[in-house]
T-cell receptor, first 114, second 107 residues
Framework: EPEVTQTPSHQVTQMGQEVILRCVPI?????FYWYRQILGQKVEFLVS????????KSEIFDDQFSVERPDGSNFTLKIRSTKLEDSAMYFC????????????FGEGSRLTVL | DAKTTQPPSMDCAEGRAANLPCNHS???????VYWYRQIHSQGPQYIIH???NNETNEMASLIITEDRKSSTLILPHATLRDTAVYYC????????FGTGTRLQVFP
């Protein structure tokens, strides 16, 4: 069964450092998403991406965050200068259709900012 | 997106049916009801969705009331591996998670 894969599974970084989280969406999917979950809290929408552009972003997705599809398979989330409060699980997801609720999620990347 | 209300937690005995309720009284005519679950800290997993008819797949059944103001997810024979947080989400254009129902399946 096709799946969304994410790397790294866990990253520890110092405050102020840049972090790139990587995702390989399901191959025939065209819509990509990042969500995050701070420990013990809700899964929060960050951004959706289609056709090399951001479709929608939440208030959380400020100038510190960026997304990119650098090649035909990877989808990345960059945090420019990490803060302690960026510590969370980051989930990538992909979908075949726009405006659908049927998303396929990866297993997440745990980011710990010290 | 319309809001949903779910009980914070439920228990179910292994092998019995787990019936998870969800209220979505402000749902609009074109909004779908989706159910996801999250096992421990893994990525959310899609279970099932529906608009107005009842739906069934290999994982679960979804019963939507005629007025669409509430629904019930049914896991017909719960196992220990079904212990998870279950999210009922009304979707217009994107998936927004609430706090869900923490289902504990016990032996």
């Amino acid at each position: 069964e096709p799946e969304v894969t994410q790397t790294p599974s866990h990253q520890v970084t110092q405050m102020g450092q840049e972090v790139i989280l990587r995702c390989v969406p399901i191959s025939n999917h065209l819509y990509f998403y990042w969500y995050r979950q701070i420990l013990g809290q809700k899964v929060e929408f960050l951004v959706s991406f289609y056709n090399n552009e951001i479709s929608e972003k939440s208030e959380i997705f400020d100038d510190q965050f960026s997304v990119e599809r650098p090649d035909g398979s990877n989808f990345t989330l960059k945090i420019r200068s990490t803060k302690l409060e960026d510590s969370a699980m980051y989930f990538c997801a992909s979908s075949e259709w726009m405006y659908t609720g049927e998303l396929f999620f990866g297993e997440g990347s745990r980011l710990t900012v010290l | 997106d319309a809001k949903t209300t779910q009980p914070p937690s439920m228990d179910c005995a292994e092998g019995r049916a787990a019936n998870l309720p969800c209220n979505h009284s402000t749902i609009s005519g074109n909004e779908y009801v989706y159910w996801y679950r999250q096992i421990h800290s893994q990525g959310p997993q899609y279970i099932i969705h529906g608009l107005k008819n009842n739906e069934t797949n290999e994982m679960a059944s979804l019963i939507i009331t005629e007025d669409r103001k509430s629904s019930t997810l049914i896991l017909p024979h719960a196992t220990l591996r079904d212990t998870a947080v279950y999210y009922c989400i009304v979707v217009t254009d994107k998936l927004i998670f609430g706090t869900g129902t923490r289902l504990q399946v016990f032996p």
